[in-house]
């Protein structure tokens, strides 16, 4: 038994040893290409992020009455919640680079991120008040980046109006 787990052992230093050598060979870059997206991160922004956050916001408001709502939600949530992880890497925007190499832009990403993500649980359990209480946090996080980054024409006017307010409804 001994001589065969030498066996496997020898063989495994064997296989370690060619794919070591096969990397060496391969043409070295000073510097590995950045993934950059093909969009900006305004479009995002406008385009995913709050396509998929006004309905979870406003969804306190409308009180889901459905499965298909809920389920709407959550896929909503999920959506936003990618969306947030999404911004931290920079896209075609002029601005894109500076704002995902600052720490607080990742801080805001990832606590949206994870807002979003209580949104999935709430929106799975069925939760209006949970569903109002991660939307409130969702608004707070989006409020708060943008009067940092963002106070001037919050959606660069992409897609048309910002999102509904209550007396819209």
């Known amino acids: 038994m001994n001589n065969f787990r030498l066996g496997q052992f020898s063989q495994l230093l064997g296989i370690c040893a060619v794919a070591l050598g096969v990397s060496s060979c391969a043409p070295q870059t000073e510097e590995a290409e950045e993934f950059r997206l093909p969009i900006s991160i305004n479009e995002v922004m406008a385009s995913l992020i709050n396509h998929s956050a006004d309905p979870i916001w406003v969804a306190a408001w409308r009180n889901p009455q459905t499965d298909e709502d809920w389920r709407e939600l959550e896929h909503l949530a999920r959506q936003l919640q990618l969306g947030g992880s999404l911004i931290t890497i920079p896209g075609t925007g002029p601005v894109d680079t500076m704002w995902t190499g600052r720490e607080s832009w990742h801080e805001y ?48 006017n992409i897609y048309g109006e910002l999102s509904p307010t209550a007396e819209d409804l």
Request: with cysteine; charged share 30%.
């Open 109 to 156: 990403s990832m606590a949206l991120a994870d807002s979003a993500g209580r949104a999935v649980n709430a929106a799975r359990s069925k939760d209006v008040e949970l569903i109002a209480r991660a939307g409130d946090e969702i608004v707070e996080i989006c409020e708060s980046c943008h009067r940092d980054f963002k106070p001037d024409l919050p959606t660069m």
